[in-house]
């Protein structure tokens, strides 16, 4: 367990991999011991549960490839209208982002919202979603 970064209220600490934010008080003794309490503890597990849906994330295979640059690829996606209308929408994605799950939804919300239609929204792979799904 590190500190990756660190701010006058709070430290971003690294454990086996998953990074998760913790209140400064959430770390029992000096900072170089990194015991925490249970309240950094639950943290942690939040963190590593949400990192762990994520694990195999891959937007090359989520979403229909297009074509490539040297830095980046760009990614083509369907969206789905409130009225039931599909319309294909073309996103680039640094090929570092391509595993950031995090990234990768932050890029789908900019495309959500550049249609100003209540419930309009992004198809994984262009498939249809399943019962269930949005």
């Known amino acids: 367990m590190y500190i990756e970064k660190e701010t006058w209220k709070a430290f971003l600490m690294n ?12 770390l029992k003794g000096p900072s170089t011991n990194f015991d925490l309490t249970p309240a950094g503890w639950k943290a942690f597990y939040m963190a590593a549960k949400e990192n762990a849906k994520h694990i ?7 979403f229909n490839f297009v074509r490539d640059t040297e830095k980046a690829v760009l990614l083509e996606c369907i969206v789905r209208m409130p009225d039931g209308q599909k319309v294909k929408k073309e996103f680039w994605l640094p090929k570092s982002m ?29 498939a249809e979603p399943t019962k ?3």
Do not use: C, M
């Open 15 to 26: 454990h086996e991999g998953v990074s998760f934010w913790i209140q400064q008080r959430w």
């Open 56 to 62: 195999d994330f891959d937007a090359l295979k989520e």
């Open 98 to 126: 391509t595993d950031n799950f995090r990234f990768v939804k932050l890029k789908i919300n900019e495309i959500e919202k550049s249609y100003p239609f209540k419930g309009t929204y992004v198809l994984w792979s262009g």
């Open 132 to 134: 269930g799904e949005k």
